[in-house]
């Protein structure tokens, strides 16, 4: 009885090895931690402000470089649809190559002259139940996110800044809303940051790309392109991404080949 029995078992497994493994599906938390909190992080902007050196935010800076790292390995590859939503943000994020993602109002000169990149906190993915992607809607397709989305980037990590909750909130606070209108001067000019907001914004920028809201009294924090969402095929074999590149957006289709996502095609849609 237990020969025939030790004999089936060999044979399941035997079976087994041939047959497709299914993807973890257990749910693996970030681990992430802040080290400050946001007033811990205001006082040190604003104390850091009132010094008269003129690298004087630069410790603050290697700090947050420091103490804020990507996402553990476990996280990015628990499921193949998590997996895949890390590659596809790999491969295509190119803040300092725009012009390989379409043609853009500022060139490829957005992101220059600044010491570090800045990665955006949350993304929206898509998995659609077939391969059309026109089969997409914002408002009743099934979406799902990631917060505190670190991933790594094809870019030097000493440069590469994730931006968190605490850090977002601080810098906001730090940089304020002193504004134009929208339009002042002419109608096509968007609002621009002045006051006591614009010298605090002229000291940032030599540190990380702040771009100052179109419409005035907000600030895009995190380096362009920033990624709305990435839709997937059913399959997770091609990729749809909707993104800005400053005041403009674009679309770009990626494709995996075996295990490596290529971009097929990129372009600017439309302009604030």
């Given at each position: ?12 497994g035997l079976?087994?090895?041939?047959q ?5 599906t ?6 992430y ?16 402000f009132r010094q008269?050196?003129?690298?004087r ?9 420091k103490?804020v790292?990507?996402?553990f ?25 725009l ?11 957005l ?5 570090y ?7 929206f ?16 397709s099934?979406k799902d ?12 990590k ?12 601080s ?7 002193e504004s ?19 010298k605090?914004y002229?000291?940032l ?32 074999t ?29 372009k ?5």
């Amino acid at each position: 009885m237990t020969r025939h029995f030790l004999i089936a078992i060999f044979f399941l497994g035997l079976i087994s090895c041939g047959q497709p493994q299914k993807s973890n599906t257990v749910k693996v938390n970030d681990a992430y931690k802040p080290t400050y909190t946001v007033s811990q992080l205001i006082d040190k902007l604003e104390h850091t402000f009132r010094q008269e050196h003129p690298d004087r935010f630069y410790d603050f800076f290697i700090d947050w470089n420091k103490n804020v790292q990507p996402n553990f390995d476990n996280f990015i590859n628990q499921n193949d649809t998590i997996n895949s939503v890390f590659s596809v943000y790999k491969e295509f994020y190119k803040p300092l190559d725009l012009l390989k993602l379409g043609e853009w109002e500022w060139g490829n000169k957005l992101n220059s002259e600044s010491k570090y990149v800045v990665i955006q906190n949350k993304i929206f993915f898509s998995v659609l139940p077939d391969n059309n992607f026109e089969d997409f809607d914002w408002e009743k397709s099934k979406k799902d996110s990631l917060v505190n989305f670190r991933p790594p980037i094809n870019l030097d990590k000493n440069k590469v800044l994730y931006l968190t909750d605490e850090y977002a909130k601080s810098i906001n606070m730090f940089l304020g809303t002193e504004s134009t209108l929208l339009g002042e001067g002419n109608i096509m000019n968007p609002s621009r940051a002045e006051g006591e907001s614009k010298k605090r914004y002229d000291v940032l920028r030599t540190y990380i790309p702040i771009l100052h809201g179109h419409n005035g009294g907000y600030w895009h924090l995190q380096t362009h392109p920033d990624i709305s969402i990435v839709i997937f095929n059913k399959d997770l074999t091609k990729a749809k991404i909707d993104f800005r590149v400053g005041y403009q957006g674009g679309e770009a289709l990626l494709e995996r080949n075996n295990n490596e996502w290529i971009i097929k095609e990129s372009k600017a849609t439309w302009i604030e």
